[in-house]
């Protein structure tokens, strides 16, 4: 049944629906479109990361620190990942919420 979605017209929708999300996102953040469903935010330090995953976990959005050693020293980022269900207010309130975050 999922290759059938996949394959089929309502597969469609649904990658187009996720890339649409991926570029309104990216939009709102002032980052380059990602090349897949995961959009980083390089915040450099690991515990600027993890801080930052912490706050944005407190307002309810799960967004995980990825850090050394899955990333190279001082590249630490949040991983931020889209689906098709996403809708424009999620991405809002998302993209709010980082932005206060990341600014104290």
Do not use: K, W
Not at 12 to 21: F, V
Not at 89 to 94: N, P, R, V, Y
Request: charged letters at 15%; glycine letters at 6%; proline letters at 8%.
């Amino acid at each position: 049944a999922g290759l059938e979605l996949i394959a089929g017209e309502d597969g469609r929708a649904l990658r187009t629906q996720l890339q649409d999300n991926l570029r309104y996102l990216a939009e709102a953040l002032s980052v380059p479109p990602p090349m897949s469903a995961i959009l980083p935010v390089v915040l450099g330090t690991n515990e600027a990361a993890l801080e930052a995953s912490r706050m944005l976990l407190e307002a309810g959005f799960l967004v995980p620190a990825i850090r050394y050693p899955t990333v190279p020293r001082q590249t630490a980022r949040l991983r931020i990942t889209l689906s098709s269900a996403h809708r424009p207010a999620h991405l809002d309130a998302l993209a709010q919420c980082l932005a206060l975050t990341l600014t104290g």
